[in-house]
């Protein structure tokens, strides 16, 4: 049986951690709010719009907000244009093996759409993905579930057909709370509340994806 993969950005197809620190420590040094690895760790994967409240202050203005936003983003993206990223170990061969099997795929991400339409041309990944949900697209960011379930409507996919692939704890519990499958992939270590959990997609075994749908 074959369905739809909802992909995550940071940590699935790609390790972008490096990038987005880099691109938050200047900005927020500019702004004249320095900020500490452990920090930026601490808010890795969540929405700006809730990550500068905490470093600018619940007072900050939203203009001072979309502003600091908006500038590291931008440095972000550069800095992807100018080093290059390779995709993660095994994210490759499985987009294109899914591809080949009739499997529908989207990206699902709270990134922002500028830095996805990057990651996808710098990896040349765009051509294997049928939809694309950013951060524009949604008004909850995960754990909330809008994510994916704009995803699947977007492939015309009920959620049960839906296997969501995801690198977090908040990612794990949206593809729950959306009635969908899951596959957890960390570095850091097993994801508990996943139907499938490895630490690099090569682990999958070539059957993972179609045994999570099957009756």
């Given at each position: 049986?074959?369905?739809?993969?909802?992909?995550?950005?940071?940590?699935?197809?790609?390790?972008?951690?490096?990038?987005?620190?880099?691109?938050?420590?200047?900005?927020?040094?500019?702004?004249g709010?320095?900020?500490?690895?452990?920090?930026?760790?601490?808010?890795?994967?969540?929405?700006?719009?809730?990550?500068?409240?905490?470093?600018?202050?619940?007072?900050?203005?939203?203009?001072?907000?979309?502003?600091?936003?908006?500038?590291?983003?931008?440095?972000?993206?550069?800095?992807?244009?100018?080093?290059?990223?390779?995709?993660?170990?095994?994210?490759?061969?499985?987009?294109?093996?899914?591809?080949?099997?009739?499997?529908?795929?989207?990206?699902?991400?709270?990134a922002?759409?500028?830095?996805?339409?990057?990651?996808?041309?710098?990896l040349?990944?765009?051509?294997?993905?049928?939809?694309?949900?950013?951060?524009?697209?949604?008004?909850?960011?995960?754990?909330?579930?809008?994510?994916?379930?704009?995803?699947?409507?977007?492939?015309?996919?009920?959620?049960?057909?839906?296997?969501?692939?995801?690198?977090?704890?908040?990612?794990?519990?949206?593809?729950?709370?959306?009635?969908?499958?899951?596959?957890?992939?960390?570095?850091?270590?097993?994801?508990?509340?996943?139907?499938?959990?490895?630490?690099?997609?090569?682990?999958?075994?070539?059957?993972a994806?179609?045994?999570?749908?099957?009756?």
């Amino acid at each position: 049986m074959t369905g739809a993969v909802l992909w995550d950005l940071d940590g699935t197809l790609l390790d972008s951690e490096e990038y987005h620190w880099g691109a938050w420590r200047e900005t927020m040094a500019e702004a004249g709010h320095p900020i500490t690895r452990e920090q930026f760790l601490a808010t890795f994967g969540l929405r700006n719009d809730e990550i500068l409240p905490q470093w600018l202050g619940a007072s900050a203005p939203l203009e001072a907000i979309d502003r600091v936003g908006r500038d590291k983003e931008t440095l972000y993206r550069k800095l992807l244009r100018e080093r290059g990223v390779a995709p993660l170990a095994g994210a490759a061969e499985w987009v294109r093996r899914l591809k080949s099997g009739g499997w529908l795929q989207a990206i699902a991400s709270s990134a922002p759409r500028a830095n996805v339409d990057v990651v996808l041309e710098v990896l040349g990944m765009g051509s294997f993905f049928q939809a694309v949900v950013s951060a524009e697209d949604v008004t909850a960011g995960k754990p909330d579930p809008q994510v994916f379930l704009t995803a699947a409507a977007r492939l015309g996919m009920e959620p049960k057909a839906c296997i969501v692939v995801e690198d977090s704890p908040a990612g794990i519990e949206a593809a729950r709370r959306a009635g969908m499958h899951s596959i957890g992939v960390s570095r850091k270590g097993l994801l508990s509340g996943a139907d499938l959990s490895v630490t690099s997609l090569t682990q999958l075994p070539g059957s993972a994806f179609a045994a999570l749908l099957s009756p």
